[in-house]
Structures are given as C-alpha cells and as structure tokens.
C-alpha cells in the first residue's frame, strides 16, 4: 500500500443511511448530523479499528474502495492535517466512487463539467462545482486534484504526493496548496488554468 500504514484488524458495519448509524452507536440525537442522509463513521484504538458505514450501504457487498483509501489515510495521518480536495482526488484515483472505475467519473466529469471551455479552473477550486453519477454530487475540484496527483506521482513517486495531501486543511485563497504545487509541478497560481486544461486534454486523449 502507498501508505505505508500497519495493519489494524477493522471491523465493519454496514447501515443505510446516517440515523441508522446513530442507532447502531446508541445515539439518539446529535445535531451536527442535522440535514444529512449519508456518512461514514470511524475509530480506532490500539491495534484495531471499528467502521460505520452509512451511504445507502446496508451490505458488505456495496463496500466502496475510495473509503478504503481516506480509511487508510487516517491511520496514516490526523485528519485535521489533511487537505481534503487532494485526499478526494487520490480516493477517486485509485479507487473511483460507488462501483464506477476512476475513467468513468472522469467521463462523466468532462460531459458536465469541462465540457464548457470558458470554465476557469481556479474559480472552480475557490467556489465549488459539482457533476451527479448515481444521483452523488461530486466535486469538480476533486476531479482537478485527482488529474494533478496523477501527474505528481509520475514525477516524483507517490512521495510527492504525500507532501500535497500534507499542506493542511482547505483555505481561502489556497496559498500554501499552490506554493507546494509550484515547488512540485511548476504549476502556480498564475498558470493554474491553462495547465489544468492541458491536464484534462491529456487525459481525454487516453484510450
């Protein structure tokens, strides 16, 4: 595994939807969870590790690979260190989303996202566009950020890679993001857009 984590023997919970994972951990009510249908749950103590999962998912047989991989990454790494568009556009990389192959969601991301030459791809990382597959959103910066892994861990090893997951939580205006992305791409705030569309057009090239 990239990660590089160890082991912890996971046990899993498959529920449909966020009430029925506050049931299973005897919440009755908790009102951060208010307006949401969907989530995924987990802790981890010692050498072992407990996961809820509740998108529409009440068998194992629905188990998403693209959790496994923020699963793996937060044994790796707090979660309040990681940049969260980045960890989304590895999750989609190398693990798709719900039962679609990453070259399917890159698809779907180009018939309605980038289909429109005018979208600027820095205005997007700043004020979020999303595309639907199986009635999910996702998020089009993701798609960008799973485009600019692909490139780095060309470059330099998945080593790259993890110094850009490591740039902290998503801020306004993104500065430390774009100062590592520079030191490992050349890649700046000032030329962000014309290569992501390179990126984009390389990628459509692909058979």
């Given at each position: 595994?990239?990660?590089?984590?160890?082991?912890?023997?996971?046990?899993?919970?498959?529920?449909?939807?966020?009430?029925d994972?506050?049931?299973?951990?005897?919440?009755?009510?908790?009102?951060?969870?208010?307006?949401?249908?969907e989530?995924?749950?987990?802790?981890?103590?010692?050498?072992?590790?407990?996961?809820v999962?509740?998108?529409?998912?009440?068998?194992?047989?629905?188990?998403d690979?693209?959790?496994?991989?923020?699963?793996?990454?937060?044994?790796?790494?707090?979660?309040?260190?990681?940049?969260?568009?980045?960890?989304?556009g590895?999750?989609?990389?190398?693990?798709?989303?719900?039962?679609?192959?990453?070259?399917?969601?890159?698809?779907?991301?180009?018939e309605?996202?980038?289909?429109?030459?005018?979208?600027?791809?820095?205005?997007?990382?700043?004020?979020?566009?999303?595309?639907?597959?199986?009635?999910?959103?996702n998020?089009?910066?993701?798609?960008?950020?799973?485009?600019?892994?692909?490139?780095?861990?060309?470059?330099?090893?998945?080593?790259?890679?993890?110094?850009?997951?490591?740039?902290?939580?998503?801020?306004?205006?993104?500065?430390?993001?774009?100062?590592?992305?520079?030191?490992?791409?050349?890649i700046?705030?000032?030329?962000?857009?014309d290569?992501?569309?390179?990126?984009?057009?390389?990628?459509?090239?692909?058979?």
């Amino acid at each position: 595994m990239k990660l590089k984590v160890k082991n912890k023997i996971t046990d899993y919970y498959c529920c449909d939807n966020i009430i029925d994972i506050l049931k299973q951990i005897g919440v009755a009510y908790k009102a951060d969870y208010n307006g949401r249908t969907e989530g995924v749950l987990n802790s981890s103590l010692g050498d072992r590790q407990l996961i809820v999962l509740g998108n529409r998912n009440p068998t194992f047989n629905e188990f998403d690979p693209h959790d496994l991989f923020h699963d793996r990454l937060s044994l790796a790494i707090s979660r309040s260190k990681v940049n969260k568009p980045v960890d989304e556009g590895c999750a989609y990389l190398y693990g798709g989303s719900w039962g679609m192959s990453w070259k399917e969601i890159f698809r779907n991301f180009k018939e309605q996202i980038a289909i429109d030459k005018n979208t600027n791809w820095a205005e997007v990382k700043e004020t979020p566009a999303y595309f639907k597959t199986k009635g999910f959103n996702n998020s089009a910066d993701d798609i960008v950020n799973a485009l600019l892994v692909q490139k780095i861990e060309k470059e330099k090893g998945f080593a790259g890679v993890w110094e850009l997951l490591n740039v902290g939580p998503f801020e306004k205006g993104n500065e430390k993001y774009y100062q590592t992305l520079g030191k490992l791409t050349g890649i700046t705030k000032a030329n962000y857009n014309d290569k992501v569309w390179e990126l984009i057009n390389n990628e459509t090239m692909k058979k």
